[in-house]
């Protein structure tokens, strides 16, 4: 740990504009410039230029990027009760409203206490039969041979769980509606995330974009306030997530309200497709990329299932599996940054760095997992990372896909048995290879995508076929 303090003057970060600070290089190569951030300190310091420190009539307005894991340690866990999240653009407010990701201090604790035992590990492994089973029906629809959209696959698949772990019920149909909706806010995010005018331009205000975003949200709020009004008539009791919602009582022993029930269901349907299916997505880019890795996943897919679709208890023997999906998201973390956090009163980080009151803090896994000081390497994909005696050496909190502290993710158990039961069943029955000639990047909106579809191309598995063994 360093001997001396850095106050906030003294940080220095790569060269900004005057006016517009960081983002019009944000706006032209954001994951680009997050890993480029790395080589001015552990803690940097972007200016954000005059026009929002004049709208801010806040002189000295920075942001900060945190590179060091012991910071993001002092930020997210030892001195959290100093941060809050940072203001969201309109239309993340308006998706989420008062959704346990963007609530704060006592009603946020109250939000997390109700959610934590639904998301506990025990509770969670009751899904298995479910996530299989819908797995294993994707896959009965593949054909030999025919090529697939595997984001589009993967998004599906995961909304059809998710709306049961909510509703208890199928989607069916509506699933195109809630995904157009959510491709149609994901747009407009970036959009507002990118310009200073569209993020100050009201909903309201009837742009063809606007117009359409409207349209889609009204959709899908009507989809879900017709399955609380239904469940308010039913007489039985479910245990899904709406079936806790409604049974939930405030401080004053009342029940929620109808838009407090709609802010958290939205939450967990948006916070809890998205992010797995470009989890899943990216895992079967790397291995349609690395054969010994796919090669030797194969095997023991094989070794521990046979023929037959996981169970719970096969969970724990699929080791590398498991190692896989943890590179998967060390390398492409779905949630690619944290929301921002502000810092109350000034803070004193372990770094030495010194962060002014109201500093605005980044913390972005994408480019703290690519950090060859945390992970030799860092680019190269390789499983052995999470190896038990591998993760052993990894330094605390250089490795965060699923945030930490008091807003750790909720659903990280859930998301994380999702992912290896989904890799087991399609592995056992199919091979993916990626159609020749795409390139595909990362494109960071609120999760990290491709910026193409992904096409790839499905070969099913003869029972008896094994992986041929790559050296
Ligand atoms: C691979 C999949 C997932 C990843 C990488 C992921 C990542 C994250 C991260 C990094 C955060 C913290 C954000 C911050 O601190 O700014 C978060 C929060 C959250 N996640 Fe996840 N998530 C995943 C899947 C899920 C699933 C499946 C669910 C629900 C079923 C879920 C529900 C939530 C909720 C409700 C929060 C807010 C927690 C709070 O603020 O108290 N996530 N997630």
Redesign the pocket.
């Known amino acids: 740990m360093p001997d001396q303090k850095l106050s906030s003057l003294t940080l220095s970060g790569p060269p900004v504009s005057r006016w517009w600070g960081p983002f019009p290089e944000l706006r032209r190569d954001t994951l680009g410039f997050f890993l480029r951030c790395q080589t001015y300190g552990d803690v940097v310091k972007l200016p954000m230029g005059l026009v929002i420190a004049l709208l801010l009539r806040k002189r000295d307005a920075a942001t900060y990027v945190l590179n060091h894991p012991a910071d993001i340690k002092h930020v ?1 866990v030892t001195n959290q009760d100093n941060y809050q ?1 940072g203001m969201v653009p309109p239309v993340e407010s308006r998706i989420f409203g008062l ?3 963007h609530t704060e201090r006592d009603l ?1 604790h109250r ?2 206490r109700l ?1 934590l035992p639904f ?1 506990h590990g025990n509770h969670v492994t009751a899904y298995t039969d479910l996530i299989t089973s819908q797995a294993r029906d994707m896959v009965g629809g593949w054909e030999d041979g025919t090529t697939v959209d595997i984001e589009r696959e993967m998004a599906h698949l995961t909304l059809s769980i ?1 709306w049961r ?1 909510l509703f208890g019920q199928e989607i069916g149909s509506e699933s195109t509606i809630v995904r157009e909706a959510i491709a149609v806010g994901q747009g407009l995010i970036k959009t507002q995330y990118d310009s200073l005018l569209a993020s100050i331009t009201p909903l309201w205000v009837p742009t063809k974009v606007h117009r359409t975003f409207n349209r889609g949200l009204h959709a899908m709020e009507a989809m879900i306030h017709r399955r609380i009004e239904e469940r308010r008539t039913a007489s039985e009791r479910h245990d899904d997530l709406l079936g806790l919602l409604l049974a939930a009582r405030d401080t004053d022993g009342g029940p929620l309200t109808h838009t407090e029930i709609r802010d958290q269901l939205v ?2 349907l948006l ?3 998205e ?2 299916a ?2 899943l997505t990216w895992t079967w880019l790397l291995l349609s990329q690395f054969r010994s890795v796919r090669a030797r996943l194969t095997r023991e897919i094989h070794e521990v299932l046979g023929d037959r679709l996981p169970t719970t208890a096969d969970v724990p023997r699929l080791r590398y599996t498991k190692m896989v999906w943890e590179e998967s ?1 060390r390398l492409y ?3 690619w940054s ?2 921002t956090r502000v810092g109350r009163a000034e803070d004193h980080l372990p770094s030495g760095a010194v962060l002014p009151p109201g500093a605005w803090v980044f913390i972005c ?1 994408w480019s703290v997992h690519r950090n060859a000081r945390w992970f030799s390497d860092p680019n190269r994909f390789d499983p052995e990372r999470f190896s038990e005696e591998a993760k052993r050496t990894h330094t605390p909190y250089s490795y ?4 930490a502290g ?7 158990s ?2 994380e048995l ?2 290896l039961l989904i890799l087991a069943t399609v592995t056992s029955r199919f091979r993916l290879r990626l159609v020749d000639g795409q390139t595909i990047l990362p494109d960071p909106v609120m999760t990290l995508r491709p910026k193409v579809p992904v096409k790839m191309i499905v070969q099913r598995l003869d029972a008896h076929e094994s992986e041929p063994a790559v050296v």
């Open positions: 997210l999240k959704g346990v990701l946020h939000q997390r959610f998301f998710i772990l939450t967990f916070a809890g497709h992010t797995t470009n989890a998201i973390p779905p949630a944290l929301h896994p965060i896909p699923f945030g008091g807003r750790r993710c909720l659903g990280e859930f998301a999702e992912g």
